[in-house]
């Protein structure tokens, strides 16, 4: 029987490539024009007119079909793995980009970012980085709603006693303003640092990573007890001032 061997590479996972060898409608086109099988052992086969035999199968790796004088042999062998130069991908499929990359380049601002690591651990630090921005995101909020309330201030208190609680909470509230100021400062730094691609590429970065976003939620929590204190100390300053207005001097 005449033997015809011939090599074709699939640029896909080994789960989609098995795919296409075993199912009927993947496989007209290469056996005949009308093709009826199961993927197992002693099944029929029909190619056209013809009738034969699943042969063989080996799931995921080989299948064998046998009509009249005609013997076909598949076999899966892992080529990109087994090839020994280097293959740059660039693909949409984030299947085949986790079952083959071993190393990314990401462009970031116009600068490509080498990652030593799979897909799988990149998308690991991307995810650490979209935790930071949503972070830095909330503490933006945070600062709006103060300017939006510094914004609300009314004047202070003439009365003796209203000018000395006023006083008071007027330092409060800037001494509060003075550390928001810092605390976003902090947060603005580590955001930065976080956000960068580079910080992942050593396992060094990696775990100065872990503890500036333990940092950064410290922060965090700090700063939401502070703007809770400006707020009160805002909130007395408007509650006086009113009542300073409907007073008669």
């Not at 490509?112 to 909020?141: C, K, L, N, Y």
């Not at 060094?204 to 009160?232: P, Y």
Request: no cysteine; hydrophobic share 35%.
């Amino acid at each position: 029987m005449p033997v015809v061997n011939r090599e074709i590479v699939l640029p896909v996972p080994r789960e989609r490539a098995w795919e296409l060898i075993t199912e009927p409608s993947e496989l007209e086109g290469w056996l005949g024009d009308d093709v009826e099988f199961e993927a197992a052992e002693d099944a029929p086969l029909r190619v056209d007119d013809r009738e034969g035999v699943v042969e063989e199968v080996t799931e995921h790796e080989r299948i064998v079909f046998r009509w009249g004088d005609s013997r076909v042999e598949w076999k899966l062998e892992d080529a990109i793995s087994g090839y020994e130069g280097t293959v740059l991908l660039v693909s949409h499929d984030r299947a085949m980009l986790e079952a083959l990359t071993s190393r990314v380049w990401v462009l970031h601002e116009r600068h490509i970012t080498d990652f030593p690591g799979s897909f799988v651990e990149w998308e690991d630090q991307s995810r650490e980085r979209e935790h930071a921005a949503a972070v830095a995101a909330a503490e933006e909020e945070s600062l709006r709603r103060l300017k939006e309330r510094k914004a609300t201030r009314v004047r202070e208190s003439n009365t003796s006693d209203q000018r000395s609680a006023l006083r008071e909470s007027r330092r409060r509230a800037d001494a509060a303003e003075k550390e928001i100021a810092t605390l976003e400062e902090q947060i603005s730094r580590l955001t930065r640092l976080l956000e960068d691609p580079e910080l992942y590429l050593t396992r060094d970065g990696t775990q100065k990573s872990v503890v500036a976003g333990k940092e950064l939620e410290e922060v965090k929590r700090r700063l939401d007890a502070v703007f809770s204190e400006w707020t009160a100390a805002t909130e007395l300053i408007e509650k006086l001032s009113t009542e300073q207005v409907r007073t008669p001097r």
